[in-house]
């Protein structure tokens, strides 16, 4: 979790209940959140926790929505947004049109990103395999539960 800072702003993508914000925000982040609105239990969550949350459908080569500021971080912890409606995962293409978005409209200049990767789909052993050497490629930072980029890693693409 980011070190408590003055006025850092956090994304937190696919929030889920909203533990996690919550956190940050107990930290003194300043704490958005995105994610769709189809679990009760998140959506009654989220209300009692008082998270602020964008509704949001995050898909492949589609820009995330429009946000009244950058970021500072960005998280995304066993995101569930890179599964097709086909069943399948996101490919090379995919994560680079999102990383590119990030790069270039919600992440600040000394931002920095944290990608945690569900590796227990084991169906998707070879895509999985190829989106990790397409990430250690940007040069991020391969951290337990996930990686590690900076704005300038995903300069890279």
């Not at 679990?39 to 995330?64: G, M, V, W």
């Not at 090379?92 to 992440?107: A, C, S």
């Not at 991020?140 to 890279?156: C, R």
Request: with cysteine; aromatic share 14%.
């Amino acid at each position: 979790m980011p070190r408590k800072q003055a006025s850092k702003h956090l994304l937190d993508l696919g929030t889920g209940s909203g533990y996690f914000p919550l956190t940050c925000r107990h930290q003194g982040l300043h704490v958005h959140s995105l994610d769709l609105d189809t679990t009760p239990l998140y959506a009654a969550s989220i209300q009692r926790l008082s998270i602020d949350r964008t509704t949001f459908r995050i898909e492949p080569h589609k820009p995330l929505c429009d946000f009244a500021q950058r970021f500072d971080w960005v998280t995304a912890f066993q995101p569930m947004f890179d599964q097709a409606d086909d069943g399948g995962i996101w490919e090379r293409t995919q994560w680079q049109y999102f990383f590119q978005d990030l790069r270039n409209h919600v992440l600040n200049d000394r931002a920095q990103l944290f990608l945690g990767v569900n590796t227990v789909r084991s169906e998707f052993h070879k895509v999985l395999q190829d989106n990790f050497a397409f990430f250690q490629s940007l040069q991020g930072l391969q951290v337990i539960g996930g990686w590690l980029f900076s704005k300038e890693h995903l300069s890279a693409l």
